[in-house]
């Protein structure tokens, strides 16, 4: 139990950096490579008999998950850091079909 307690008395410690946190900080305060946090969620999903998906696959879940909760393309482009709000849309529209019809529908008012 002592390795609960100083884990949370380390995450109680841990000082926010604005938008430069860690998700996933290691024990050094920096980033776990892609290739370790993938090793580590495979072996998690073997074991506890789950669908294969990767860090990305994700973060695409969660946008997903976000415009349906949400319908703030906005937000969701804050959210993922992007600059450019058609990084987001051109990224992720594949996997929202309903976004792709809206889209097309408020440009055809506009135009």
Known sequence: MAGASSRAIKVANFEPQGEKQFIF?????????????????????????????SVHGLRHTCVTRLYYQ?????????????????????TYIHCIPELSNLLVK???HTA
């Open 106 to 108: 408020q440009f055809n």
């Open 25 to 53: 900080p290691n024990n050094k305060n920096t980033f776990y490579n892609n290739c370790k946090l993938n090793a580590w969620l495979k072996r998690f999903q073997t074991h506890h008999g789950l669908k294969l998906v």
């Open 70 to 90: 949400t319908k703030d393309v906005k937000f969701i482009q804050y959210f993922l850091g992007h600059t450019d709000i058609t990084t987001t849309i051109d």
